[in-house]
Nanobody, 127 residues
Framework: QVQLVESGGGLVQAGGSLRLSCAAS????????MGWFRQAPGKEREFVAA????????YYADSVKGRSTISRDDYKNLMYLQMNNLKPGDTAVYYC????????????????????WGQGTQVTVSS
């Protein structure tokens, strides 16, 4: 059983930056593929970024590509999402998620492949 706790959200003006953190406990963090998703009011949860455990490959949604960087520290059991040049459209609750070892027949951007989820952290970008 893995517990995930997000932090770092807040209110920021458009053009600003935030770094979200996800702290993991209770599992072998270094063997988990990790991801960030977000959900805005009235919308479905959507993929933001992912990082694989075995080779460190990273993946981004087109909406954040070039403005965001996902990273992980396997010694500290932490994952990060650095977001720059934030836009009002980035306003959402951001969730971190963990997938054990393999995506199977799914893909890194499918919420269903993730086994554990955090409670979320609110990001609000004002114009």
């Amino acid at each position: 059983q893995v517990q995930l706790v997000e932090s770092g959200g807040g209110l920021v003006q458009a053009g600003g930056s935030l770094r979200l953190s996800c702290a993991a406990s209770g599992g072998i963090f270094r063997r988990y593929n990790m991801g960030w998703f977000r959900q805005a009011p009235g919308k479905e949860r959507e993929f933001v970024a992912a990082i694989r455990w075995n080779d460190g490959n990273t993946y981004y949604a087109d909406s954040v590509k070039g403005r965001s960087t996902i990273s992980r520290d396997d010694y500290k059991n932490l994952m990060y999402l650095q977001m720059n040049n934030l836009k009002p459209g980035d306003t959402a609750v951001y969730y971190c998620a963990a997938n054990w070892n393999t995506y199977g027949s799914g893909s890194y951007d499918f919420p269903d492949v993730y086994d554990y989820w955090g409670q979320g952290t609110q990001v609000t970008v004002s114009s």
